[in-house]
């Protein structure tokens, strides 16, 4: 029976566009409530929270989802359903662990590290979601390898409900509050959110655990579960480790770096909030379809190398690069074309400058996205975390040396020149292993030319017409509006893709 790849991606997709709206409303709304030093200090308590979801749940959801897609090919329910008890058992105790550490020690981290006394309260409240974080990745990964993206896809937008409820509900109902509470709030939303999708996830999939502990004809052992399990999930969780150990000291060292430069501590905290909080949550906006197929194509990679179609895989490595390609130039196109709409109409302030600058990652950033999902697939995760140390070191080079003299820019300088240069090693990797071939016309320079021209354009008519005003939320939608649609004509008019092609897609890979 064919498996369509797109469609487990497009119900993740709609889940994490419906997710990405309310996150976008609730950005705003932090944004309003915190302020650009707010929403810098609320980006540091973010960067630990990443490194706790690095060390307890990365390695272990993506290794859950492939280790499930196997056995229940092979009819081995069974296994599949010990494989995850053992890796709940395993994340759980870890999570526990960083969450101890994380709240007796926040005061260590607070000030030594980030030299940002205001944050102890937040990495306080943070601890309690570890655990929660930990159990409920686990089970999400199991969803994930029985190609059920239905239940992950409710758990997202519900959790996310909740956590902009509780954190509306309780900052509108204080009439002052200090930027150290109005933080502390936004951060217990994280708590609510994590909380929320243990008990959601666990309860639907209750009776499935009972019903297939028993399915199966040869069981694995405990050890042999963990000699599944960690040759895996170890370097997945180191590669996210690192990862985020580097994003981290990004964090504490942008601030100061700027500072370098000339800034004072509280513009340095406010440009850092533009960046991070703002500019950099814009450019991933659109990448939930990108996610999500990245998600997808863990267990469909794994399941196709299994069976050897190797025709099947590499038309499925072109397709899902070309479909991120598109929509990365698109992104761009709008995001450089309309940056002084974006930032007025979503956080009203003008980030413009940044935002501009940022355009040029996208298509590169939205290829890695799928990439990585790719590479996944094929068990190549130490080549990952390779690729992931030198991006980072790329990064922080940049950060440390040139940040003084360019300010903001050196770090989007140095986050391209990273992801121009890991894009070209998982690629090299890609074509040693497969029949791939590197399209740089349709993936590089056709999205180019067509999205050039249609920024251009766009750009024009927004400009000529009475109906499109400058900063109103109308006027950016309509501008985004005509752009995207001269973007797809101009694609549709070279070929790359055709009108049989989209229709496809929706019905099999």
Same mark, same amino acid.
């Given at each position: 029976?064919?498996?369509?790849?797109?469609?487990?991606?497009?119900?993740?997709? #709609?889940?994490?566009?419906?997710?990405?709206?309310?996150?976008?409303?609730?950005?705003?709304?932090?944004?309003?409530?915190?302020?650009?030093?707010?929403?810098?200090?609320?980006?540091?308590?973010?960067?630990?929270?990443?490194?706790?979801?690095?060390?307890?749940?990365?390695?272990?959801?993506?290794?859950?989802?492939?280790?499930?897609?196997?056995?229940?090919?092979?009819?081995?329910?069974?296994?599949?359903?010990?494989?995850?008890?053992?890796?709940?058992?395993?994340?759980?105790?870890?999570?526990?662990?960083?969450?101890?550490?994380?709240?007796?020690?926040?005061?260590?981290?607070?000030?030594?590290?980030?030299?940002?006394?205001?944050?102890? #309260?937040?990495?306080?409240?943070?601890?309690?979601?570890?655990?929660?974080?930990?159990?409920?990745?686990?089970?999400?990964?199991?969803?994930?390898?029985?190609?059920?993206?239905?239940?992950?896809?409710?758990?997202?937008?519900?959790?996310?409900?909740?956590?902009?409820?509780?954190?509306?509900?309780?900052?509108?109902?204080?009439?002052?509050?200090?930027?150290? &509470?109005?933080?502390?709030?936004?951060?217990?939303?994280?708590?609510?959110?994590?909380?929320?999708?243990?008990?959601?996830?666990?309860?639907?999939?209750?009776?499935?655990?009972?019903?297939?502990?028993?399915?199966?004809?040869?069981?694995?052992?405990?050890?042999?579960?963990?000699?599944?399990?960690?040759?895996?999930?170890?370097?997945?969780?180191?590669?996210?480790?690192?990862? @985020?150990?580097?994003?981290?000291?990004?964090?504490?060292?942008?601030?100061?770096?700027?500072?370098?430069?000339?800034? @004072?501590?509280?513009?340095?905290?406010?440009?850092?909030?533009?960046?991070?909080?703002?500019?950099?949550?814009?450019?991933?906006?659109?990448?939930?379809?990108?996610?999500?197929?990245?998600?997808?194509?863990?267990?469909?990679?794994?399941?196709?190398?299994?069976?050897?179609?190797?025709?099947?895989?590499?038309?499925?490595?072109?397709? @899902?690069?070309?479909?991120?390609?598109?929509?990365?130039?698109?992104?761009?196109? @709008?995001?450089?074309?309309?940056? +002084?709409?974006?930032?007025?109409?979503?956080?009203?302030?003008?980030?413009?400058?940044?935002?501009?600058?940022?355009?040029?990652?996208?298509?590169?950033?939205? #290829?890695?996205?799928?990439?990585?999902?790719?590479?996944?697939?094929?068990?190549? &995760?130490?080549?990952?975390? &390779?690729?992931?140390?030198?991006?980072?070191?790329?990064?922080?080079?940049?950060?440390?040396?040139?940040?003084?003299?360019?300010?903001?820019?050196?770090?989007?300088?140095? +986050?391209?020149?990273?992801?121009?240069?890991?894009?070209?090693?998982?690629?090299?990797?890609?074509?040693?292993?497969?029949?791939?071939?590197?399209?740089?016309?349709?993936?590089?320079?056709?999205?180019?030319?067509?999205?050039?021209?249609?920024?251009?354009?766009?750009?024009?008519?927004?400009?000529?017409?009475?109906?499109?005003?400058?900063?109103?939320?109308?006027?950016?939608?309509?501008?985004?509006?005509?752009?995207?649609?001269?973007? #797809?004509?101009?694609?549709?008019?070279?070929?790359?893709?055709?009108?049989?092609?989209?229709?496809?897609?929706?019905?099999?890979?």
């Amino acid at each position: 029976m064919k498996k369509n790849l797109l469609t487990g991606a497009i119900i993740l997709t #709609m889940a994490g566009f419906i997710s990405n709206v309310l996150a976008f409303m609730y950005r705003i709304f932090l944004s309003n409530a915190l302020g650009a030093e707010g929403m810098g200090l609320y980006h540091l308590v973010i960067s630990v929270y990443m490194l706790a979801w690095s060390i307890v749940c990365s390695g272990f959801t993506i290794t859950i989802s492939k280790l499930t897609a196997q056995e229940n090919a092979k009819g081995q329910n069974g296994n599949a359903l010990k494989i995850l008890s053992q890796s709940i058992t395993i994340t759980l105790s870890l999570g526990a662990v960083i969450a101890l550490v994380i709240y007796f020690l926040a005061d260590i981290i607070a000030t030594n590290f980030f030299q940002e006394a205001r944050i102890v #309260m937040s990495l306080r409240i943070l601890a309690i979601a570890i655990p929660f974080m930990a159990i409920a990745s686990c089970v999400k990964g199991y969803i994930y390898g029985l190609q059920n993206m239905l239940i992950p896809a409710i758990s997202q937008v519900l959790e996310n409900i909740i956590k902009i409820a509780i954190v509306i509900l309780i900052i509108n109902n204080f009439t002052y509050m200090s930027i150290t &509470q109005a933080t502390a709030v936004a951060v217990l939303g994280i708590v609510a959110q994590e909380i929320f999708s243990f008990i959601f996830l666990f309860a639907t999939i209750k009776r499935k655990l009972k019903r297939e502990s028993t399915i199966g004809i040869h069981f694995l052992t405990k050890r042999a579960i963990l000699y599944l399990i960690l040759p895996m999930a170890l370097p997945l969780t180191l590669n996210h480790i690192i990862g @985020s150990l580097l994003f981290t000291l990004e964090s504490a060292l942008i601030p100061q770096r700027l500072q370098s430069a000339g800034l @004072s501590a509280t513009d340095a905290i406010g440009i850092f909030g533009q960046l991070m909080g703002m500019a950099i949550p814009l450019i991933y906006f659109p990448t939930s379809f990108l996610t999500s197929l990245s998600i997808t194509l863990v267990p469909v990679v794994s399941e196709t190398s299994a069976i050897g179609n190797d025709t099947k895989l590499n038309h499925t490595f072109s397709k @899902s690069i070309l479909i991120a390609s598109l929509i990365g130039h698109g992104v761009a196109g @709008s995001l450089m074309a309309f940056s +002084w709409e974006f930032g007025m109409v979503v956080y009203n302030q003008d980030i413009s400058s940044i935002l501009f600058i940022l355009g040029i990652v996208c298509p590169l950033l939205y #290829m890695r996205i799928v990439l990585s999902g790719i590479l996944n697939g094929m068990g190549f &995760q130490t080549f990952i975390f &390779q690729n992931s140390l030198l991006s980072s070191a790329i990064i922080i080079g940049s950060i440390y040396f040139i940040m003084p003299y360019m300010g903001v820019y050196a770090y989007i300088f140095g +986050w391209f020149l990273s992801l121009l240069t890991v894009y070209a090693l998982e690629l090299i990797k890609l074509r040693e292993h497969t029949n791939l071939r590197f399209e740089f016309l349709n993936w590089f320079a056709i999205p180019t030319l067509a999205v050039a021209a249609a920024g251009l354009i766009a750009r024009l008519i927004a400009n000529q017409l009475p109906i499109i005003e400058s900063g109103s939320v109308l006027g950016l939608i309509l501008s985004v509006l005509l752009l995207a649609i001269l973007y #797809m004509v101009f694609i549709i008019a070279t070929g790359l893709i055709s009108i049989s092609d989209i229709k496809k897609s929706f019905i099999a890979t």
